[in-house]
């Protein structure tokens, strides 16, 4: 007989086990593992073993920071030999950003870790939250053994995490990866699209160790351009001590070029180090910035392509990349290239491009994106 999984839950906070009161919705401690209690499939055999930690106190998503990465990351390495997978609770407004960051965070990971939230708290009569929570139990029960990149669960569909945004706050389908197909769906079975999902990574008792790399002390941030943007706005972000930007770009990387003004702040910037990272503001497609000539003005600036990343993957990815402490010429080339399936190169650049390799990434993943 086979064993039964065991799941090691972080409960950072969120929607998902908020009690009503008489000035709304707030978090509780106790309060979800107390509804879980009531409710008998949450018992079922057929279910993985597991065990909640909660954050103290629990957060509503938006207080989300750096800091409460690393206190997921670390709740994960500490438990990370005796557990089989990992499911991460959180609210939904931030869910895409930690989800990202852990992504790069867990370089060495060798197990599961799904997030999952809901829209509407489990004491409601009608909620998402039960479905989302047994059905990701179920995925990490089932396939742990084939599963080690971090991964978001909602609504039916299995996402890559740093492929997610969050698209609707009114919808119980309030995830997408707009440029990465979903790693599965759920109806009546559950089915996993393994030509999708990242390889496994061999486990041994040598590997039961999970190493951590601390995002926070990097300074990075975003910028969204819009029609009638003052060059001085962008200058204001890309101040020192400020290390990377990402942009998001109209279109398929444009901006505003015909403005010397604003030209000159973005060469100005990357001539003293910091990247600054295009990523297109529409929900689908990619910023390449080999296309059209606007493109192509920001390249000569020294603006590099952020292609069909998300902004959070961007923002995660630049963070990373700067606590490793690589250099800006690096920082650049490795945003360019997939690290744990969070873009997709254009064909004819990753066969022509300077590659550079991370040994926890492309040699044994390759392929994979």
């Known amino acids: 007989m086979t064993a039964r999984a065991k799941i090691f839950i972080v409960y950072a906070g969120g929607t998902i086990g908020m009690r009503k009161t008489p000035t709304g919705y707030r978090p509780e401690p106790g309060y979800l593992q107390h509804l879980l209690d009531q409710i008998p499939h949450f018992a079922d055999a057929e279910l993985p073993a597991f065990v909640i930690e909660e954050f103290d106190p629990l957060l509503d998503s938006s207080d989300m920071n750096p800091g409460h990465w690393l206190r997921i990351a670390d709740m994960i390495r500490r438990n990370y030999a005796a557990y089989d997978g990992f499911l991460v609770i959180h609210g939904t407004d931030t869910m895409s950003f930690t989800a990202a960051a852990l992504s790069f965070m867990l370089e060495d990971l060798a197990k599961p870790v799904l997030l999952t939230g809901s829209q509407v708290p489990l004491e409601e009569l009608r909620n998402d939250a039960q479905h989302n929570l047994l059905t990701s139990l179920l995925i990490l029960g089932r396939h742990h053994a084939r599963l080690s990149e971090v991964m978001v669960f909602f609504a039916n569909r299995l996402f890559r995490g740093n492929r997610t945004s969050k698209v609707s706050v009114d919808s119980f389908d309030a995830f997408a990866s707009p440029n990465y197909p979903p790693l599965g769906r759920v109806g009546i079975d559950i089915k996993i699209n393994w030509d999708l999902i990242l390889p496994a990574r061999a486990r041994t008792p040598a590997l039961d160790m999970l190493e951590i790399v601390e995002l926070g002390s990097a300074t990075v941030g975003a910028f969204r351009l819009f029609p ?142």
């Open 228 to 369: 009638g943007l003052k060059p001085s706005m962008l200058e204001a972000v890309l101040a020192p001590p400020v290390q990377g930007v990402v942009i998001e770009c109209f279109g398929a990387g444009n901006a505003p070029t015909s403005d010397a003004a604003f030209m000159s702040v973005l060469e100005a910037a990357t001539a003293r180090g910091v990247v600054v990272v295009a990523v297109t503001q529409p929900t689908r497609g990619s910023a390449n910035l080999s296309i059209y000539r606007t493109g192509r003005m920001l390249l000569d600036v020294g603006v590099v392509s952020g292609f069909d990343m998300t902004t959070e993957a961007a923002l995660a990815k630049l963070f990373y990349l700067f606590e490793k402490g690589f250099s800006p010429t690096r920082v650049k080339r490795l945003m360019q290239q997939s690290l744990v399936g969070e873009l997709t190169v254009p064909s004819e650049l990753a066969l022509a491009g300077e590659q550079d390799t991370l040994p926890w990434t492309v040699a044994d993943r390759e392929g994979a994106t």
